[in-house]
């Protein structure tokens, strides 16, 4: 599934949770008109969240109630320990290869996670969708919309 499907498809969850909202009269419109107004031009309600233009806000607060997000420094530590294993020698001293690595050069591993987490991304096993403020596993996402359009009337 590719990261448009994926978000076409939450997009569909996100206006099937929701409510057509009419900010002016504060009131529900599920026609997709506001009947006291006739306003069309209505925000989207989702019961207990609060209402807002758009579908971003919603797939959001969709996500983080449904799905943990991806540990990204967490995934790039166990890469780092797999490659070049836990410990390190330093003369007579074994010390723990992520902490000295970042101890030595937090610039350098930050540019290394980076890298390797947008590898990720590209290899289309992490999605993110606040430009990398957090990621989900795309395993993760797939599995949330099949569940959630399996229970589609």
Not at 76 to 91: K, S
């Amino acid at each position: 599934m590719t990261n448009q499907d994926i978000e076409k498809k939450l997009q569909k969850i996100a206006y099937q949770k929701t409510i057509p909202f009419c900010y002016q009269c504060y009131r529900e419109a599920p026609t997709g008109t506001c009947k006291t107004c006739m306003n069309d031009d209505l925000m989207r309600l989702l019961p207990g969240s609060g209402c807002e233009y758009g579908h971003d806000w919603i797939v959001k607060e969709l996500l983080e109630e449904s799905l943990t997000p991806a540990d990204v420094s967490e995934i790039f530590e166990q890469m780092i320990e797999d490659c070049y294993g836990e410990t390190t020698n330093v003369g007579f001293l074994e010390l723990c290869t992520v902490s000295v690595m970042k101890d030595q050069d937090p610039i350098s591993w930050d540019m290394a996670k980076s890298e390797y987490i947008d590898g990720l991304e590209q290899d289309g096993e992490l999605i993110t969708f606040d430009n990398g403020s957090s990621y989900y596993w795309v395993s993760d996402i797939e599995d949330y919309l099949d569940e959630v359009l399996e229970e589609e009337p």
